[in-house]
């Protein structure tokens, strides 16, 4: 089986070809070729310090697809050793770019992308933030920013986890 990557097809191909062996010159053959999966690729980079958090830029703009993607989710974990909470964010979104605003602490961020064929691949990164530790700071409250040219200036929304209970 032949696969090409970019379209889905399956059809009669004609192909011409000179192979100087005295062959035809025109050949039949039946070939699929199928899509290529999505391709995750995340970048991160610490950025400035606003009061006390640690501006951490999420970039999924290298991630390569073969159909459109429909969905970028962005989540941060602590991992710590005995703290391994999933921080409050966005979920799913349109946005293949993100900043989160981070204390002082060890995090593993993951991204999942999903394409229009439902078709999702994931990378994770597991990231040092140096800085401070805000006593009143919460994971079931975190800033974030979809702006890719957020700056400390820029206005952050605020996203929420319950916790249950």
């Known amino acids: 089986m032949l696969r090409f990557l970019a379209l889905t097809f399956l059809g009669v191909l004609t192909t011409s070809c000179s192979d100087n062996q005295n062959l035809p010159d025109t050949s039949r053959g039946i070939f699929e070729t199928v899509s290529a999966p999505p391709l995750a690729v995340l970048a991160v980079e610490q950025q400035d310090e606003i009061g006390e958090l640690t501006s951490v830029?999420?970039?999924?703009?290298?991630?390569?697809?073969?159909?459109?993607?429909?969905?970028?989710?962005?989540?941060?974990?602590?991992?710590?050793?005995?703290?391994?909470?999933?921080?409050?964010?966005?979920?799913?979104?349109?946005?293949?770019?993100?900043h989160v605003m981070l204390p002082k602490g060890t995090y593993v961020i993951k991204l999942t992308v999903m394409d229009s064929?439902?078709?999702i691949a994931s990378v994770s990164e597991t990231i040092t933030v140096m800085g401070s530790r805000p006593n009143d700071w919460r994971a079931t409250e975190v800033k974030w920013s979809f702006d890719p040219?957020?700056?400390?200036?820029?206005?952050?929304?605020?996203?929420?986890?319950?916790?249950?209970?």
């Open 57 to 98: 830029a999420l970039d999924a703009t290298e991630s390569r697809y073969d159909a459109n993607f429909t969905s970028y989710r962005f989540e941060v974990r602590q991992s710590e050793p005995v703290k391994k909470r999933l921080l409050a964010g966005p979920g799913a979104t349109s946005n293949n770019y993100a």
């Open 117 to 119: 064929e439902s078709e």
């Open 149 to 165: 040219y957020f700056t400390r200036e820029d206005e952050t929304e605020t996203f929420y986890r319950h916790t249950g209970g």
